[in-house]
């Protein structure tokens, strides 16, 4: 049993609030445990310079945390003049992550932005970002859609993720806390999408290492914390939706 | 009438939500209108260098948006790398009127961080930022005198500020919102205290001018608008602290 | 009595000095007391991007400091790599100020850069800058006017500043020089129009408060001091760019 | 087959120069396939302000580019005055990686800089520099240790690291050079250490999925590349450092 | 004959002006037909990280132009947030230059910081900067030798600086304009001491190349014009200072 | 004898290496002693905004070094965010000086970039690269005119440069390492052509002076090492390169 009373395969409580925010396409505020994150997705009529003319979307992201979302107020990045390290393979993880499940050429010419503030943070920060934006991305896509502006909807799947690490003794859990991150050996994030398939792994032992075996226990157990995070997933995001979404990834098994 | 409804010398409706998050000495998500701010207080147990050795404490300010608080999305100054001209105006403005209610020397060497964080924006977000950030920094006060680390408690009086305006009928406005904001012809700031002291007035025609008796007219709307935030504010900061700022504001007058 | 044996209302000696560099449309070394600032007025032959198409001009303003303007040397902004607050402050005031009396339509599609560079400083540079750079705004206007580049004379108005603030005596005085000012519990910056309208009013308690009647002091301060510097400014400009601004006003004022 | 006639499980050839430069502690020149890589250890006899005084040393690495080690030149970071987010995400993935290996508090209150300098790029820079850097830091590591610096050889394991990813046929091939990595769908970095453990695993699908039958090709194929890398590793440093890691890590299996 | 009238070993009028500000331990408006540059010497009470405890002083110099001193505005280097090239060129110069003529080890560990503001350029700003600094320099220098903080007059020798260049007519020209500079084939800064000796020599030919000749003409036309110079830094810094140098220099051939 | 054992007159042992990249149109690794420098030539079929429109080409250079080219490890520029005022000089030097033999209109619009990236540093860096870069360059402008994309060969005439310097003897030697560059009293860098003209004399005495006589021993030192240097390049450039240099100087000066 984990400090916070956890079973080692069991997710922290989830809850999910559509329509958060008034003027973005998409907003949500995701709570996993006490990580909170508000994700917005805003459609923007351009492509970036490198995407132009090929009649294709583009998915990016963005991710910051307030000063205070954590136990030591950080610094700003704004006032230090630059993003951090992290900040940088975080956002470029959760855009990456996104496209994975978007079919850009239906998407047209168009760039959705998926913002990520984490107003509270305990660990998972980046993996409730992803799995937060994917449902203000799909309702942005609904926006788009229902208004007649793509000839199909757009996202191929869903997508979620989690964090899943090796405790202290040297066996697997997932979806872990900040206390829990900071002591744990091996530390791996596991991007998923509906069908079963990986599209991120990242897995790092700071300071140490671990072993094929230990690989298999860490990806079981992702895999079943994500298939739990689908669910509240498509609660959030109603039926209508859902049901676009698993129309679209039959029609692409369809044709593979 | 206003194109919302509202009286002349109407606030918008005003919702304070203390102890929104977990791990800041003091925090508020105050929502006046549409426009939604959360601040936080964080102490910090040092002052800035030209500070030191004088036997008081420091309040700072900073300010920020999210990208998607307002209609159109913002590059975040992070990813601009520096901080916009607008943005260091206001984070000076609310450290600067935050300070004319607090008894530094009281506060000891210390560093209150206020971090004003506008998660939604319908204009007024500077002024709801100091009405916030005041109750949050109330709050954090409190823990520190509760603790024994103060010898009294530190908070001189209220704090509260409104925006004002000439709208196109030619007469003052109180709290406008973003659209009244926007085709005023005079847009004015105002920052009072508990006993009926201005701290701040910033009054801008931007190309436009306005008269002696029209700044009287704006005065008195914003003198009448405070005195409700001041209710706001007690019921929010609940009997215990707002007794410790009354017994603060008696003792400082029985001195002058 | 004042500390340097003037009245409450006496403003400094003034000295303008026209034509002061070879190169700018307009230029004047303005002198107060011992505050010395160089204004330049250049034209620019196109607006900013937010403002084309729209048939209007543009006004805007730029404020330094030699770094051995002041008691202490300070660092260069250059060197610092990023402008402070309080530069970004004063040139967003400056800038806003001198457009709410210029008829942006009549200038057409120009840009008027005003840079306001502090060669010495004792108190008061803001309003010193402004002061100066209406005049030599007004000259570079003249000659676009009369080499018939501008249907008519688009200046509509007089527009002067100048510092009030509550001494230690808690009495207003106006034109505070560095020492009067560094300990002045209020300071106000009045920037007013030749038809006697306010543009800004910037009034700050740092670390205190001011009543409503020491307010109405404070205004009636600057107003006698504006009031002088106009006799300046109409001294400096000669009797044909006077005339200019008076027609131009009194075709306003007919219009109104 | 692959297009350059490789087999899928083929290294391209490799060429390790050791103490290719003068002043370094360590130095190397690894050249896979035409990538070329200049790696150095510097040794700094201080920690950066968040380790000191905890008797542990430090291993940072930093990874730039020739501005021509590509096909099309590339702007100088610090031309642009800021690290793209690529080379951020490579130097900290190969600072971590080296520290696995590193006993950290046998190298003391020192730091190792591990300088990768790509001259030439032809795919996997990250993945020959961290190979390379390995060799450069036992080097350096040596010289303390033949100093009498150290009480004992602190490196603990060998490390290398190779690409994997599943080519157009949908089968994994390993050491991917510049076109094969362009077209591939899936790409993933493995980090190995001596005795067969995983430090680093980072698996991405760019706009694809990868399922665990292809993990487990991916997986055994960087398995069977890695083993070749530290042959080559070893035979560049020679069998009294080879031997010195070898003692090292045979101690540490027997504490275990 | 030269456009503007000048013999080709004619230096262009010049007019010094010290004591110009108020607050600088020296400061001169050195003016060279329409050049003019502002020349102030601080006096700060450390030296750099990189000078401590040697016992030894430091000269450093930062040059800047208004951003209307030239015919085209300029964008101010803190506005674009870094220094241009040609900028950091200029003020190594100046302070390398100046050096040269300063017993540092008499100073003992202080700084003389030179700040050369050009507030009007026509050609030759480096070079009047160098003149002017100087006479800045000496000044404060003086300064601190009269208050007893130092045991003898730090100053060397009499420094002065021109350009001299290769007109149209494959001729050596003193003190070269904007005009005649821009058009020059060959454009060299030469800094000499009171004693005929070089400190600096850049020559450069831009898109052309000079022979051996040509330089010998270029040096004794700079000798001719720099010598001229010395005659107005004597007469600007007058007796009591120029007495001072002159023995120190004595004091230094007797020792040579 | 020089503490190296070389004659005052004497270079330090000279390799170039071309074709020494793969990507790049020319490269060569420049060895003088232990000063090592990789010289890029990169053609970009455009030219920077201030030059379109003119029919004309450009030369531009960037300069680098290697953290580990040192004795101590130095920061990267890019880490800092900002070049130094060193590398801007350098970099301006080395394009300034190769403009000076390249005839820009046969270049037509196109950019030539020369990146000199120093592997390892012994003094003498920017004098390598010019060396070096001339080189480099003369293969691209080869590649382009064999490829029929040039009307003519666009290359005037040779180009090297070395360093000159008086040493403690207080007399000249040319080719200093970085030992006798760190005690020199004067230190020139001289920059000349194939028929023997100057093209850039950079003397300084850093905090020492140098008289005529001195000069023209640097300088007859500079001559006689620069043609040992032109024997260099005309062997790694080989007969055909060597020959379309010489017809076009032969050219050039039967126009003159």
């Given at each position: 049993?984990?400090?916070?009373?956890r079973?080692?395969?069991?997710?922290?409580?989830i809850h999910i609030e559509t329509?958060?925010?008034?003027?973005?396409e998409?907003?949500v505020l995701?709570?996993?445990g006490?990580?909170?994150?508000i994700?917005?997705?805003?459609i923007d009529e351009?492509?970036?310079?490198?995407?132009?003319g090929?009649g294709?979307?583009w998915?990016?992201?963005?991710?910051?945390?307030?000063?205070?979302a954590?136990?030591q107020?950080n610094?700003?990045?704004?006032?230090k003049?630059k993003?951090t390290?992290?900040?940088?393979?975080i956002q470029?993880?959760?855009?990456?992550?996104?496209?994975?499940?978007?079919d850009l050429?239906?998407?047209?010419?168009?760039?959705v932005?998926?913002?990520?503030?984490?107003?509270?943070?305990?660990?998972?920060?980046?993996?409730a970002s992803?799995t937060?934006?994917f449902?203000?991305?799909?309702q942005?896509?609904?926006?788009?859609y229902?208004?007649?502006?793509l000839?199909?909807y757009?996202?191929?799947?869903?997508?979620a993720?989690t964090?899943?690490?090796?405790?202290d003794?040297?066996?697997a859990?997932?979806?872990?806390?900040?206390?829990e991150?900071?002591?744990?050996q091996?530390?791996?994030?596991?991007?998923?999408t509906?069908?079963?398939?990986?599209?991120e792994?990242?897995?790092?032992g700071?300071?140490?290492?671990?072993?094929?075996t230990q690989?298999?226990?860490?990806?079981s157990?992702?895999?079943?914390?994500?298939?739990?995070?689908?669910?509240?997933?498509?609660a959030?995001?109603g039926?209508?939706?859902?049901t676009?979404?698993?129309?679209?990834?039959?029609k692409?098994?369809?044709k593979?």
């Amino acid at each position: 049993m984990r400090a916070d009373g956890r079973e080692p395969e069991q997710l922290r409580p989830i809850h999910i609030e559509t329509d958060y925010l008034k003027h973005p396409e998409g907003s949500v505020l995701i709570t996993v445990g006490d990580t909170k994150v508000i994700c917005t997705a805003s459609i923007d009529e351009r492509v970036p310079p490198f995407m132009r003319g090929q009649g294709k979307g583009w998915i990016t992201a963005e991710y910051s945390m307030l000063p205070r979302a954590t136990e030591q107020r950080n610094i700003r990045e704004a006032a230090k003049g630059k993003i951090t390290g992290r900040t940088m393979e975080i956002q470029r993880l959760i855009g990456r992550a996104l496209r994975a499940v978007v079919d850009l050429e239906a998407l047209g010419e168009r760039t959705v932005w998926l913002d990520c503030d984490v107003i509270q943070a305990d660990g998972g920060t980046r993996t409730a970002s992803i799995t937060g934006a994917f449902i203000a991305m799909a309702q942005a896509m609904d926006k788009l859609y229902s208004n007649k502006k793509l000839p199909q909807y757009p996202v191929n799947d869903f997508l979620a993720a989690t964090s899943v690490g090796i405790l202290d003794n040297k066996h697997a859990a997932v979806d872990l806390n900040y206390i829990e991150d900071s002591s744990a050996q091996v530390d791996m994030n596991v991007v998923m999408t509906g069908n079963g398939e990986f599209v991120e792994l990242q897995g790092t032992g700071e300071e140490a290492t671990f072993s094929y075996t230990q690989l298999q226990e860490l990806l079981s157990a992702a895999q079943g914390g994500i298939s739990k995070l689908f669910e509240h997933q498509k609660a959030a995001l109603g039926e209508k939706i859902t049901t676009s979404i698993n129309n679209k990834r039959e029609k692409l098994e369809g044709k593979a």
